[in-house]
């Protein structure tokens, strides 16, 4: 799952609503936090092409922002007691009755 920080996000984001054509040059990213610019470079989401005389998203990059906005956060077994760190009794709520399925051996 990637997961982006508050500043890497709108980075990314930018670059990706750019597309693979978009370039920016160091004078524009001179305006910019360098942190985000720095973590994107590591994991090659943005590379530097000084034939191109800028900075462009790389499909490592546009797969990241894909998956951070398509990730299914859903739940498989929706049946299933919520987190252990949620106390329902201090809410006033009641635990949901589990359904016991009885199986019965088949001869």
Do not use: C
Not at 21 to 44: C, G, N, T
Not at 95 to 107: A, G, I, Q, Y
């Amino acid at each position: 799952m990637t997961r982006l920080s508050t500043r890497q996000y709108p980075l990314l984001r930018m670059f990706a609503r750019n597309g693979f054509d978009y370039h920016m040059s160091v004078e524009q990213a001179q305006h910019w936090d360098q942190r985000p610019f720095r973590s994107m470079l590591i994991r090659k989401w943005i590379v530097y092409s000084p034939g191109r005389k800028g900075f462009h998203i790389t499909r490592d990059g546009m797969q990241a922002y894909n998956e951070f906005l398509h990730t299914d956060i859903g739940r498989k077994n929706v049946n299933l007691p919520l987190t252990a760190y949620f106390d329902a009794t201090a809410y006033g709520l009641h635990k949901p009755v589990r359904k016991v399925v009885e199986l019965r051996k088949v001869s």
